[in-house]
């Protein structure tokens, strides 16, 4: 049985001042100047050129936040921040929080939204901001390249040989699931300013016989195929009702006898009251796409039983949803 929040923490769930003081610290790129080096205040504010008051502030606001150490009157980073808000570190995530701090202003928003049932925003940041999508793409490409493998070899494609991502990304999956299955050739469909990432992934991966890229809306263009298998991984919130199931209907169109349809994003439960990030996650789909949002499992299996798939199922709670085109 879950207890009742305290005061404080509904204080702490209210205030956002900790979030802020983040984002501007990797805005300002404080953590990769104190890369391996201990600094004052007035050394960094000399190299910012920011005021030194203030910016002292804002440095012992970050020590307590367990992200910078202070000894005396120098900084440094912490081996959390070290390892992954330093721009040089293999493993920064800095991109992800930027991203954040760009979508500040849509929550601003937020009581709008909810008032007038319309989004802020006309066109996702990554259509507006091709450039910093390409950052966040790296990052998550990084993270999903953890994750990927293991996902190919729960879905069991033992007896695919060609599968579609659509919306593919960096070829994350694409480049795991070649990997895992020997003999499978993938195909990468995904915006042209995305697929310039992928292209760099699946070279470096020395993957360029096994895995074709196709550029276009796959909501208007053509996909090619047919495929034994089409995977749509975290494409689908960020789209209206009306186009996923048009979607769906596509990929039955698009997959080959015996062949399946792999649907995987962050859906909610019949409920819509868990997985507890999901649920905050919704509310961020919410002001930030014009007609996204987050689905129930149910929903997804509507889409794909309509569209004829059969034997459709939910391999991954609130996860990943299967169905298979019959023979």
Same mark, same amino acid.
């Given at each position: ?60 606001? #970050?020590? *307590? ?6 000894? @005396?009157?120098?900084? &440094?980073? %912490?081996? $959390?921040?070290?390892?992954? !808000? ?97 003999? #499978?050739? *993938? ?6 300013? @995305?697929?310039?990432? &992928?292209? %760099?992934? $699946?070279?470096?991966?020395? !993957? ?120």
């Amino acid at each position: 049985m879950s207890r009742e929040l305290s005061l404080a923490e509904i204080f702490q769930l209210g205030y956002y001042w900790e979030t802020k003081i983040l984002l501007t610290a990797v805005k300002l790129e404080l953590f990769t100047m104190l890369d391996g080096r201990e600094l004052s205040t007035g050394e960094i504010a000399n190299r910012i050129h920011a005021d030194t008051e203030r910016l002292q502030l804002l440095m012992n606001a #970050l020590v *307590a936040m367990r992200v910078l150490r202070k000894q @005396t009157d120098r900084f &440094a980073n %912490t081996a $959390v921040a070290q390892t992954y !808000l330093v721009k040089t570190a293999a493993q920064y995530v800095g991109h992800l929080l930027v991203l954040q701090d760009a979508e500040w202003d849509n929550w601003g928003r937020l009581e709008e939204t909810i008032r007038t049932g319309r989004s802020p925003v006309a066109r996702h940041l990554f259509e507006t901001n091709p450039g910093l999508g390409a950052n966040v793409l790296s990052v998550l490409d990084r993270i999903g390249q953890q994750s990927g493998p293991e996902l190919a070899k729960r879905l069991r494609l033992d007896s695919v040989t060609t599968l579609l991502d659509l919306g593919g990304g960096a070829a994350t999956n694409a480049i795991a699931f070649c990997r895992v299955y020997p003999t #499978l050739k *993938a195909t990468v469909f995904d915006l042209l300013d @995305t697929l310039k990432t &992928a292209e %760099t992934k $699946v070279k470096e991966a020395g !993957l360029e016989s096994r895995i074709d890229l196709i550029a276009g809306d796959f909501n208007r263009d053509a996909w090619g195929g047919p495929y034994d298998a089409v995977l749509m991984s975290d494409i689908l919130h960020y789209q209206g009702l009306e186009a996923n199931t048009h979607l769906v209907k596509q990929a039955f169109l698009h997959v080959k006898a015996g062949g399946r349809l792999i649907i995987k994003d962050r859906f909610l439960d019949e409920s819509g009251t868990s997985p507890a990030w999901a649920t905050a996650f919704a509310v961020h789909i919410l002001v930030n796409t014009e007609q996204g949002r987050c689905y129930k499992v149910s929903e997804a299996i509507d889409w794909m039983m309509k569209a004829g798939f059969q034997s459709v199922s939910e391999v991954e709670r609130t996860a990943v949803v299967q169905g298979f085109k019959q023979e």
